[in-house]
């Protein structure tokens, strides 16, 4: 869990309905299900017209990942590979055989397998440099799925304040209809702007976060699978993958 997020949403979202009520507000009066509707029922709709299917899919399931990022274990996937390299050198590439199989990484493993099947170092760079460059773009492509929700939000947000104006002036003559149509004018530009820099777009730079450490990751497994199939030696892999630590 990632208590960071978790707080900050919660301090965000808690520090506009504390200073409402400081204000001599009511929390009831930010709570206006029609408001809501218009915003994100607009904003949603907005950026399933933008994406594709796929994408969109890939940016719903993607959205757990604020709360529940992917485990990183960097100096624990450079013991393995070390252990990696150390079969090599004493039973050959084919002694890393039995591994591919109980290699949970789907990434490492294809990589295991590349230099099991005696592949050229520069020809596992290439493969495994490709399919790093598809999981990286796919994961940015729903990462912008976020910005672009945070994009949409205000104006979205703004429409619906226009509407609750435009149902404002079809009841001047009804002076009792007037609070609600004037309170989702301006709830419903709160909830655009709101959303916007407190969820969407702050989801997106997480996520993209989550992208880069993802990809340097996985940069550090190719180095590493390269450097066993150049027959380098342990302590130099070694050496070599600590910089990705800092």
């Known amino acids: 869990m990632d208590i960071l997020t978790l707080l900050g949403l919660l301090l965000g979202f808690g520090a506009i309905i504390v200073g409402n009520i ?109 399919e790093l460059g598809t999981l990286e773009h796919r994961d940015l492509q729903a990462a912008k799925v976020y910005e672009g929700m945070g994009g949409y939000s205000p104006t979205i947000g703004i429409i619906g304040a226009v509407m609750g104006l435009i149902h404002v002036m079809q009841n001047l003559s009804d002076p009792s209809k007037l609070g609600a149509g004037i309170a989702v004018a301006f709830v419903a530009t709160i909830y655009g702007v709101g959303l916007a820099n407190l969820l969407f777009l702050p989801c997106a730079n997480k996520l993209k976060a989550h992208v880069h450490n993802e990809a340097q990751f996985r940069e550090m497994i190719i180095e590493g699978i390269v450097s066993i199939s150049h027959g380098e030696n342990p302590r130099n892999i070694e050496t070599k993958l600590q910089g990705y630590l800092h």
């Open 22 to 130: 400081l204000e001599g507000g009511h929390t009831g009066s930010l709570l206006l299900p029609t408001a809501f509707l218009i915003v994100v029922g607009g904003t949603v709709g907005a950026i399933m017209v933008q994406s594709p299917l796929p994408v969109f899919l890939h940016a719903m399931k993607s959205f757990m990942k604020i709360f529940l990022p992917p485990k990183i274990a960097a100096a624990e996937a450079i013991q393995k590979i070390l252990g990696w390299s150390n079969i090599a050198r004493k039973e050959g590439l084919l002694g890393l055989e039995s591994l591919v199989a109980a290699e949970p990484d789907p990434f490492a493993r294809k990589g295991l397998q590349l230099l099991v099947d005696g592949s050229e170092p520069d020809a596992i760079r290439a493969i495994l440099e490709v």
